[in-house]
């Protein structure tokens, strides 16, 4: 059906790595963006966790990266691509309470090894890609149930 | 519930968006990782931490807290009060630990639903 294939929306957002004072921007600017689109609320609060924790994940570990987020009729997709250190045991990083955090992050509240595991349960659809040296890719869907 | 009466109950410093305590209270949250409290966590929610810095404003603003309450009478920073008035978060603080004021504030909510 074309109807289900009409594109809404398609953008792509920058965030800077290692800078937790504009952390949250690209995720807020997501989340604004679907509600003004019209999206539904239970999907538009799925893409706003979904959102801040790739970017948080950008910001504590990546020099930079690319976040585009994607919409059609009941579907909102999110892909983040960094530029970072890549995940050697994706196992591993997806295993609850397992971080390689350093102080200064975990003190803020972030690195406690739950960022991938919210990413995963709040998406319909989720993809983990990563290159050690030379980054990781995200592909998150969310759907209309 | 709303804020304004919270406020009123439990004697909360307003540090910032004093104009938005009109919100109603839908529950409250405990916590001070910020991934738990974006998993955990619901729109209307009342939160509870000792995080001051600027990013749990983002996470309340994601979350559509009506509130955050600082606890043990820690203050926000400056960068912290000024995203949250201009994203219309109401900080408070509390002079008691989380313990105590979020036990206070479950009563508050349960006595009233």
Same mark, same amino acid.
């Given at each position: 059906m074309a109807e289900t294939n009409q594109n809404l929306y398609s953008g792509t957002f920058n965030i800077e790595g290692g +800078? !937790? +004072?504009? *952390?949250g921007i690209v995720s807020t600017g997501i989340k604004s963006t679907l509600k003004k689109l019209g999206i539904p609320s239970d999907l538009v609060r799925k893409a706003a966790i979904v959102s801040y924790e790739a970017e948080i994940n950008v910001v504590s570990y990546a020099k930079k990266g690319v976040m585009t987020l994607t919409v059609h009729p009941g579907v909102v997709c999110i892909e983040v691509t960094d530029e970072g250190p890549g995940i050697p045991n994706i196992d591993l990083a997806m295993q609850e309470g397992y971080s390689t955090a350093d102080q200064r992050i975990r003190e803020m509240g !972030? =690195? *406690? =090894?739950m960022g991938l595991c919210n990413i995963r349960n709040y998406s319909d659809a989720f993809q983990i890609e990563s290159e050690v040296g030379k980054g990781t890719r995200l592909k998150m869907t969310i759907t209309t149930p | 519930m709303k804020i304004e009466e919270i406020v009123q109950a439990l004697g909360l410093e307003v540090k910032c968006a004093? @104009?938005?305590? @009109?919100r109603e209270v839908t529950g409250g949250y405990t916590g001070d990782l910020l991934s738990d409290v974006m998993g955990n966590s619901k729109a209307g929610y009342i939160w509870i931490t000792r995080q001051v810095h600027q990013n749990i404003v983002a996470v309340a603003s994601l979350k559509e807290h009506s509130a955050i309450i600082l606890i043990n009478s820690s203050q926000p920073t400056a960068e912290t009060m000024d995203k949250a008035e201009a994203e219309k978060i109401p900080i408070m603080v509390s002079d008691l630990p989380a313990f105590e004021i979020s036990g206070k504030i479950y009563n508050l909510l349960t006595a009233n639903s």
């Open positions: +800078n !937790f +004072n504009s *952390a !972030f =690195g *406690a =090894g | 004093k @104009d938005c305590l @009109d």
